[in-house]
């Protein structure tokens, strides 16, 4: 069961990097650096093993962004920048309702949320975000 679900997993994040090439491997680099930190902060397995796996799918969301957008070689337009800042909503909306032993999808939803609240796309600061 467990390899199936990372297999799950694994499959959506390369049907988004088919998408976007110029973000090949980005999925797979952000799990690895994850886990490196959280192995460092002394995390049992069981839930390095969710962050491996939120992290193979933490832009997910992009898929609802048009792929020209997403391959654009230059600068975005505000309208372009907007777009892509909805797809940790997006990717929350995609994943919230399948059954994880992990908050998937809430990790999804905040990866670029930031402790001053900065963030988007809820603005949350320090320990409000998980």
């Known amino acids: 069961m467990d390899e199936a679900l990372y297999q799950t997993i694994r499959a ?3 049907t988004l ?7 090949a491997g980005h999925e797979e680099r952000v799990a690895k650096l994850a886990c490196s930190i959280a192995q460092e902060l ?3 397995a069981f839930r390095i093993q969710g962050l491996r ?3 193979l799918v933490h832009d997910i969301g992009k898929i609802a962004v048009p792929s020209e957008i997403l391959t654009k070689p230059s600068r975005l337009s505000p309208a372009e920048m907007a777009l892509v800042r909805e797809h940790p909503e997006t990717g929350f909306r995609i994943l919230k309702d399948i059954p994880f032993p ?5 990790i999804v939803r905040e990866h670029h ?15 409000e975000i998980l």
Do not use: N
């Open 102 to 106: 992990w908050p998937i999808a809430r």
């Open 17 to 23: 990097e088919s998408r976007d090439p110029y973000t």
């Open 113 to 127: 949320e930031k402790l001053d609240g900065s963030g988007y796309p809820q603005g949350l600061h320090g320990d």
């Open 12 to 14: 959506l994040s390369l």
């Open 53 to 55: 796996l939120a992290a």
């Open 42 to 44: 002394g995390w049992d």
